[in-house]
């Protein structure tokens, strides 16, 4: 059964920093690819940062994140991981792993998605 738990959600304060990690159980993603994306209250899901293994480690990064949110992994243990600095207010909402076993040529949009954690917390307070 796979799994995807995300932890290092919490508060901050406006201008820190946080680390989200994403633990991949039951199988392994480093063919494929991973995301994460972040939901705000009243708003629809986007997407945050992704990387195809598959690519030569390609990543993408929404405009938001760009010079501020870094995605990386630990092949080993398979853990994705955002790295996340500088954080405003609006980074507030609730961040989501998301993994696909499938060549996917776009994975800025969550329909490219197999596989889905629950979600960690992160909110930001000015």
């Known amino acids: 059964q796979v799994q995807l738990v995300e932890s290092g959600g919490g508060l901050v304060q406006a201008g820190g920093s946080l680390r989200l990690s994403c633990a991949a159980s039951g199988r392994t993603f480093s063919r494929y690819g991973m995301g994460w994306f972040r939901q705000a209250p009243g708003k629809e899901r986007e997407f945050v940062a992704a990387v195809k293994w598959w690519n030569g480690d390609s990543t993408y990064y929404s405009d938001s994140g760009k010079g501020r949110f870094i995605i990386s992994r630990d092949s080993a243990t398979n853990t994705l991981y955002l790295q996340m600095n500088s954080l405003k207010p609006e980074d507030t909402a609730v961040y989501y792993c998301?993994?696909?076993?499938?060549?996917?040529?776009?994975?800025?949009?969550?329909?490219?998605?197999?596989?889905w954690g629950q979600g960690t917390q992160v909110t930001v307070s000015s």
């Open positions: 998301a993994a696909t076993v499938r060549l996917r040529l776009n994975l800025q949009v969550d329909s490219a998605y197999d596989y």
